[in-house]
């Protein structure tokens, strides 16, 4: 595994503007694992979280990994042993059915390698 140090991406949603839907933007031509997704509400909510897989090699193999109604939790916290291959990201999606909360999303990754141009 490399020695990089982890990379960070991050989203600050509000659901009075609808749902919220991110994708990380990880670089194509690496390859990465998810340390950690960490997910927080500004106040205690009812809403559900689902965090899919997607496929960089088709929509065929797109999986959801996790679905869970927060039952009035603040802050969520996933951790899997997740490897990602070029091309493929994470989503992660939050309702709106109730209130108009703040969520920040964090999701931390560690680069394994880089895949070389064959050329």
Do not use: H
């Not at 020695?3 to 933007?25: C, Y």
């Not at 899919?52 to 009035?72: E, H, L, M, R, V």
């Not at 989503?91 to 969520?103: A, F, H, L, N």
Request: aromatic residues 10%.
């Amino acid at each position: 595994m490399s020695d990089l140090p982890p990379t960070i991406q991050r989203n600050l949603g509000n659901l009075s503007d609808g749902a919220i839907s991110f994708t990380t933007s990880f670089s194509v031509r690496r390859i990465y694992q998810i340390i950690a997704i960490f997910i927080k509400f500004a106040v205690s909510t009812d809403e559900s979280i689902t965090i899919t897989y997607k496929s960089g090699i088709s929509p065929s193999y797109d999986t959801i990994i996790f679905a869970q109604k927060c039952g009035g939790a603040k802050d969520f916290f996933f951790s899997e042993d997740l490897i990602l291959d070029s091309g493929d990201q994470i989503q992660i999606e939050v309702t709106k059915t109730t209130g108009s909360d703040k969520v920040g999303i964090t999701v931390q990754a560690k680069q394994w390698l880089t895949i070389q141009d064959p050329s």
